[in-house]
C-alpha cells in the first residue's frame, strides 16, 4: 500500500484546531478530524464547501410546485364543473394542492439529496476510529504517503497529541 493513516488524539480543542491549521499549511488535503460534540473552530478550520442538499431542495420544491399547478390545472379543463359566472381555472382554490406538493416534493428532494451526498462511503477504517472520539477526545486522521508520516507525526507531536496510531490505509 502506497497511503498511510496516522491518527493523532487530542484532549483539547486549541490543540486539535491548530494541529489542523497547521496540517493545511503543510499541504495536507486528506485531513479528517473526529469530534464528540459539534464544534464552529473546527468547522472554520476544516473550510469544507457548502453542501448541495439545498439544491435538492429547491428542484424538488418547484418540481412540485409545478405538478400542483399541472394537475389542478389539467383537471379542472378536462373535466369542467361550470358554476355561474365563475371561471374554470381558479387559482384561489388550487394553492393548497400546489402548497401541499411543493412541501412533499421539497422534503422528498432534501431525503434523497442527504442520502446522496452523506458520505458514507468516505468513512474511516474500522481499525483507525477509536471509541474515545464519542466520549471526550478528539482526533485527526491523514491520509499521506509513506514518506510523509514522519513529518505527519513532527507535526502532530508538536502540537499536543496524546497519542499516535500509524496503519496502512
Given at each position: 500500500?502506497?497511503?498511510?493513516?496516522?491518527?493523532g488524539i487530542f484532549s483539547y480543542?486549541?490543540?486539535t484546531v491548530n494541529a489542523v491549521k497547521k496540517l493545511k499549511e503543510e499541504g495536507f488535503k486528506t485531513v479528517r478530524v473526529f469530534s464528540p460534540l459539534p464544534n464552529h473552530e473546527i468547522e472554520e478550520v476544516m473550510?469544507?464547501?457548502e453542501s448541495i442538499v439545498r439544491f435538492?431542495?429547491?428542484f424538488g420544491a418547484m418540481l412540485g410546485a409545478s405538478c400542483g399547478v399541472g394537475f389542478t390545472v389539467l383537471t379542472s379543463m378536462d373535466w369542467p364543473i361550470p358554476v355561474s359566472a365563475k371561471p374554470i381555472v381558479s387559482i384561489p382554490p388550487f394553492i393548497v394542492i400546489i402548497f401541499e406538493l411543493t412541501i412533499m416534493m421539497g422534503s422528498l428532494a432534501t431525503l434523497l439529496g442527504l442520502l446522496i451526498n452523506s458520505r458514507l462511503r468516505k468513512n474511516a477504517?474500522?481499525?483507525m476510529y477509536d471509541p474515545r472520539f464519542s466520549e471526550d477526545k478528539f482526533g485527526i486522521m491523514v491520509a499521506c504517503d509513506k514518506g510523509n508520516v514522519e513529518k505527519v507525526q513532527d507535526i502532530l507531536n508538536s502540537?499536543?497529541?496524546?497519542e499516535i496510531k500509524v496503519d496502512g490505509i
Open positions: 500500500m502506497n497511503n498511510q493513516g496516522v491518527l480543542v486549541d490543540l473550510d469544507e464547501p435538492f431542495t429547491l477504517p474500522v481499525n502540537h499536543g497529541a496524546e
